[in-house]
């Protein structure tokens, strides 16, 4: 199994990366690992749909108005 492990700062283990097709076969193989999945799923609420669908629609309509994250950071780092 290639595992990744994920450190913190400090070294610390604090994860661990399951490649997509070796975590299918684990769930195939450990079926309570899919019913686990599936309890712990969040949905989002109609709220916080409803919230991304009308920042998506903005940026599509209005892309003139979208600055580039990297020169933003850039500047704001500039004026500290």
Known sequence: ????????I???TTGVFIPIE???DLKTKYTD???????NTA???PWQ?????????????NQEDVSD?????DDVEKNL
């Open 1 to 8: 199994m290639a595992l990744q492990f994920i450190h913190d």
């Open 22 to 24: 070796e975590w299918q």
């Open 69 to 73: 994250f990297d020169k933003t950071l």
């Open 33 to 39: 690992l899919q019913k686990e999945e599936a309890e």
């Open 10 to 12: 400090k070294g610390n």
């Open 49 to 61: 749909k409803q919230v991304i669908d009308d920042r998506l629609n903005d940026y599509y309509n």
């Open 43 to 45: 949905e989002l609420a």
